[in-house]
């Protein structure tokens, strides 16, 4: 099936074309997309990875699939805004992450920020090293805002060595209502630690393990 790619702004800068028609095997989903465009263009890996898609005008999950001579937008983050979804070794700014999601049309902005404890099951933690899928991780939390019913979100998580007492991720969402952004916000951090290929090495005062099947 043919499909037609339009891009804008670092989008289009990267990946050399405004408008291009590409043939796709039946079945295909945004993700083949992005796949065939990143080994086509290893240049724009980073923009492909922070940005929105849009199918026929309508903004869609990476899991969408795609429809015969569907137009497909890659929206690049807006006015020189970040990633919603953050995958670094950075120190996490609570403040960064609330100004990320503001919005006129937002009564309550919600925030969680997840520390390492200094203890676990009775023994001192010193600290968790944090080892994640990078690209992977950031298309599935992308995946999960798009389904979150919110005005904003932006997710920021650590990895490498995190110290305890150290923040290793944060979650910010905005909404009409708080009652919604609480349950939004929870709902993400869920979702983040079942499908984010995220995993922890707990430093323990007595030896290291590994935690839980990954995510966050």
Known sequence: MKVT???FALAREKLGFSRNEIEMPMGSIVSDVAEVLSAEHPGAVEVLERSRWAMNGEYVGRDAFLDDGAVLSIIPPVSGGVARVVI???PIDVNFACSQV???GAGAIVTFAGTVRNTNDGVAVVAITYEAKIEMAIREIERLIDQADVIGAFVQHRIG???AGEISVVIAVSCAHREQAYKANAWLLDELKKVAPIWKHEERINGTI???????
């Open 161 to 163: 060595r995190v110290e």
């Open 88 to 90: 670094s070794a950075d």
């Open 5 to 7: 790619i339009e891009t």
């Open 102 to 104: 503001q919005s006129l």
């Open 210 to 216: 590994w935690l839980g099947q990954g995510g966050g």
